[in-house]
């Protein structure tokens, strides 16, 4: 278990700095980070559960979903008291490891189906060769990164879901969680 919770949090900055800099800017610039309006940071982690509940409806197969919460984290280079962006973090263990066989390839067509651009698809440079997806939604201004732990026991699909940069109401503070 320790050594799950290390992994993620080694790989949770390298997530961050991958999923805010892909193609969901509204400009040319890596550096920005889309808008994503205004809103309490309560109000933003709700729209963030959301797109987690859409994910995990488009994965299509029985199994569970871990039980975490998305959190609130700083915008770039913006003003930390002015600006902030949600990441939710969550795994899918399906009921039967055979299940998840072909599943990223589905997820990659029905992401598409359904308003997200695949930036990125194919293994990357673990040991493993973990098959990973990119995908960003410009409606919804976010981004999601999918890992699937094919040796993993069990194997199960890793998310890692995070927003544009959204601005707390005037007269608000950015709650932390």
């Not at 984290?73 to 055979?98: M, N, V």
Request: proline content about 5%; charged content about 25%; glycine content about 8%.
């Amino acid at each position: 278990m320790k050594t799950k919770l290390g992994a993620i949090a080694l790989t949770l900055p390298i997530a961050l700095a991958t999923l805010t800099g892909c193609s969901m800017t509204d400009s040319k610039s890596s550096d920005d980070i889309p808008s994503s309006g205004v809103s309490t940071s309560r109000d933003a982690a709700k729209d963030a559960q959301e797109v987690s509940s859409e994910l995990y409806n488009l994965i299509g197969i029985k199994g569970k979903a871990s039980d975490t919460g998305p959190g609130v984290k700083e915008c770039g280079q913006k003003d930390p008291d002015k600006y902030f962006q949600i990441f939710h973090s969550w795994s899918f263990t399906p009921a039967s490891s055979e299940d998840l066989e072909g599943s990223m390839e589905r997820l990659k067509g029905d992401l598409a189906k359904n308003g997200w651009e695949i930036v990125n698809y194919g293994p990357d440079n673990s040991r493993n060769k973990n098959l990973g997806l990119t995908a960003d939604n410009d409606t919804k201004k976010f981004s999601v990164d999918i890992s699937y732990r094919a040796k993993d026991n069990p194997p199960n699909l890793n998310f890692f879901v995070v927003s544009g940069c959204y601005q707390v109401p005037d007269g608000q503070e950015i709650e932390q969680f």
